[in-house]
Nanobody, 119 residues
Framework: QVQLVESGGGLVQAGGSLSLSCAAS????????MGWCRQVPGKERELVARISRSGRIKYADSVKGRFTISREYTKDTVHMQMNSLTTEDTAVYYC?????????????WGQGTQVTVSS
């Protein structure tokens, strides 16, 4: 069992920046891939970014060039810097850890943290 503890998020004006962090309670193969998915009411959860233990990164097209995901490999902790935020980025962001590179399917989940971008 892997527990994911999230921190960061909050309220920011459009054009501003926020950061998110997520720490796994144990270092196991269940955390081969770690990243963030987000969800708004009435829509499916969507991948924002993920990073593998080997350093392979995938970003959603909507955040490329604005968000940066990084990983502390010895601690299975991931960070995501979010710049140039828009109102479209408003969502609940969930940390995800998984053995496979699935897009927001399965694995372990954090409790979710709200990101609100005001216009």
């Amino acid at each position: 069992q892997v527990q994911l503890v999230e921190s960061g998020g909050g309220l920011v004006q459009a054009g501003g920046s926020l950061s998110l962090s997520c720490a796994a309670s144990t270092r196991t193969s269940s955390s081969n891939f770690m990243g963030w998915c987000r969800q708004v009411p009435g829509k499916e959860r969507e991948l924002v970014a993920r990073i593998s233990r080997s350093g392979r990164i995938k970003y959603a097209d909507s955040v490329k060039g604005r968000f940066t995901i990084s990983r502390e490999y010895t601690k299975d902790t991931v960070h995501m810097q979010m710049n140039s935020l828009t109102t479209e980025d408003t969502a609940v962001y969930y940390c995800n850890a998984n053995t496979a590179s699935t897009d927001c399917l399965g694995g372990y989940w954090g409790q979710g943290t709200q990101v609100t971008v005001s216009s």
